[in-house]
């Protein structure tokens, strides 16, 4: 019924003349549908004598009467606008909440005009234009989004449902519609698309930098895997022409269709030995020997890069014999003992040039292990042959010499001293101390089963494996187990290692402890007690050739480390030392040595403990090797 009256009053007030209606306009809605209601009554009145009774007019009247409470409250207070509109989209009737949307005090203001006395332009077009379809086809308007934009500059969105108002007659005389304010809505679901953008843009994002990071992982594996090759071919080299072929070959690999040549220092001077492709002639021999005396004439040696040899003056008057594809040059020394012992020079594409600085750790790196392996063998070959096996003892100890470490680190509030003495020439002890590219430091000490030159050669793979494996390693255990596989691929199952790793955080705070076989750990105490020593699980190296088996039997600790804390880790050279009366040492009598060494450094820690040895030993010759580290945490 309620529709009902709203189509009669859209319909009554369309048929009255435009003059009428805007002298009408001031008229309040209420009073309207009052007087209609009024009209409406009396003509019930004038027609009761045809109802059949007193109650059936009184039922009309109720009826009545309810009908025009539900007008008002659909048309008072209905938060939805509600407006009807003739043929020509001129509002006839609208209700409160229409009428504050159009920003008008009476609904009555709005009647006989259009949604172009309210809105922008193209907001009233596209109604009218919906309005005359909907008069044009019958076909209601459901649930359209519409995005009013008002004079004013504000914006509104609302969901606008339009049906026709047809009379008596079957004929459309204008349309009705109801529209909801969805601004609120519309605002979360741009919220809700712009989190939805962004959360996708961040996916987005760290997908790819996780791309790059597992490119980057998988392009240090590579590196690792090249340089751990790499260096085990050319331990195995001691023939000098064999070496340098070698290394010129592994330069080579780097850099795909590029010229590479390899000269050896002689004298004051450089001898090429070694070429490929256009530079592997007499000519090229030559240019490369002359562009390489500058670095004779420096004090430190560093690669020399350019990018176009033909426009530097320190490569174009060379002679070289190349091709224009070319152009890039690089010069990377082999430096050992503060020498250049010789370089591999290098003529690549441009397409290559940046191979050298995404790869310069590595070729840092590569370059320094070639160059031991080189200055061995120079030393080797200058033995002479009438000496050989003396010269092999005194290279092997000289080289054993040169990889123990003879200097104090400077590691951030640790304070170490170590010593290391062979039972014979050379030994099997390993000492060594080392920085990661982390700034991390590496501690090691190992004992390689065995004595003299066989545990000696065994003990520089060892050295040269935990170098390249630990450059950017943070766990001791990790180290050890990658390590331990390097080393069970190449050594028989009659060889084994036990090994002790520290590594310490580069700001000195902590430490990761692992061991593999070796004597434990001992922290020493500062009151008088004796040593505490710190359990951890590991089976010796080289022992078990299942990574995963060994990784498992093996168990890892984090130190904190505090001011006055002291560390000593050794051999069993130490504890199994053996006076005249064939007695060893002990660890009893270590013990009881550390517990009286109460608050001294670790120089004068590890000078108590030989002088105490000695004693023991009364100055009787080492039979087995003696390595001794001590660590204190300074401030």
């Known amino acids: 019924m309620v529709f009902v009256s709203l189509y009669l009053l859209g319909i009554g007030t369309a048929l009255y003349p435009r003059e009428a209606i805007m002298e009408d306009a001031e008229k309040s809605k ?48 209905l938060p939805d606008t509600i407006y009807f509109k003739d043929t020509e989209s001129r509002f006839t009737l609208i209700n409160n909440a229409q009428a504050k949307m159009l920003g008008i005090d009476n609904p009555a203001q709005a009647i006989g005009k259009t949604d172009f006395d309210f809105f922008v332009a ?84 760290r997908t790819s930098e996780l791309q790059k990071a597992n490119e980057g992982l998988k392009a240090r594996l590579d590196q690792l895997d090249f340089l751990s090759a790499s260096s085990y071919q050319l331990a195995q ?28 220092a002689k004298h004051a001077s450089f001898k090429c030995t070694n070429a490929t492709m256009a530079l592997n002639n007499t000519e090229g021999f030559l240019a490369s020997e002359r562009a ?62 940046g191979i050298y600085e995404q790869e310069e750790t590595l070729f840092a790196t590569l370059a320094s292990h070639a160059a031991a392996c080189l200055s061995n063998a120079v030393h080797y070959l200058d033995l002479g042959e009438k000496a050989r096996l003396d010269g092999e003892l005194d290279a092997a100890r000289s080289i054993q010499r040169r990889f123990t470490p003879h200097y104090k680190p400077l590691i951030n509030h640790i304070d170490i001293k170590g010593v290391y003495f062979p039972a014979y020439e050379v030994g099997g002890d390993y000492l060594d101390y080392f920085q990661t590219v982390n700034g991390d430091w590496v501690i090691v000490i190992a004992d390689v089963c065995g004595k003299g030159i066989p545990a000696a050669l065994l003990m520089t793979m060892l050295r040269s494996t935990f170098r390249v494996q630990g450059r950017a390693e943070t766990s001791a255990k990790k180290l050890l187990c990658s390590v331990n596989e390097f080393m069970t691929t190449n050594l028989d199952d009659r060889s084994f290692v036990t090994a002790l790793c520290l590594i310490i955080k580069n700001n000195g705070k902590t430490m990761s402890y692992a061991r593999a076989g070796h004597p434990v750990l001992l922290k020493l105490s500062n009151n008088g007690q004796v040593p505490q020593p710190i359990a951890s699980d590991g089976l010796a ?45 002990g660890i009893q ?29 009364r100055n009787a010759p080492n039979h087995d090797d003696l390595t001794i580290l001590a660590l204190q945490v300074t401030d």
């Open 30 to 77: 209420r009073q309207l549908i009052d007087e209609i209601l009024v009209l409406r009554e009396r003509l019930a009145r004038t027609n009761a004598s045809s109802l059949k009774s007193d109650s059936e007019l009184k039922r009309m009247e109720d009826a009545l009467l309810i009908e025009r409470d539900m007008m008002h409250t659909l048309m008072d207070s």
């Open 237 to 264: 080299t001691i023939q000098i022409d064999e070496l340098l072929s070698l290394i010129l070959k592994i330069f080579a690999s780097r850099f795909p269709l590029s010229h590479v040549s390899i000269c050896k």
């Open 122 to 205: 193209e907001h009233a077009q596209a109604a009218f234009s919906d309005e005359k379809k909907i008069v044009e086809t019958g076909v209601a308007l459901i649930n359209k989004i519409e995005k009013v934009s008002r004079p004013d500059g504000t914006t509104v969105w609302f969901s606008a449902t339009k049906v026709p108002i047809i009379d008596k007659n079957g004929i459309i005389v204008g349309t009705v519609g109801v529209s909801r304010d969805i601004t609120k809505m519309k605002q979360f679901d741009d919220e809700l698309q712009k989190a939805k953008t962004e959360l996708e843009l961040r996916v987005a994002n």
């Open 541 to 585: 190296l080289c022992l078990v050739s299942d990574p995963n088996k060994f990784n498992e039997m093996m168990s890892e600790s984090t130190i904190q480390l505090k001011k006055g804390d002291r560390f000593l880790i050794y051999t069993d050279g130490l504890t199994d030392a053996i006076n005249p009366d064939r007695n060893t040492y």
């Open 292 to 353: 390489l005396v500058s670095f004779l004439q420096k004090d430190s040696f560093s690669p020399m890069i350019a990018s176009d040899w033909t426009r530097d003056d320190r490569l174009v008057h060379c002679g070289w014999p190349l091709p224009a594809d070319c152009p890039c040059y690089i010069a990377i020394p082999l430096c050992a003992d503060n020498k250049c012992l010789g370089a591999v020079q290098i003529f690549t594409t441009q397409e290559n040039e």
């Open 589 to 617: 009598r270590l013990y009881e040595t550390l517990s009286h060494a109460e608050s001294i450094d670790s120089e004068a820690l590890i000078e108590i403990i030989m002088n105490d040895i000695k004693k023991f030993t």
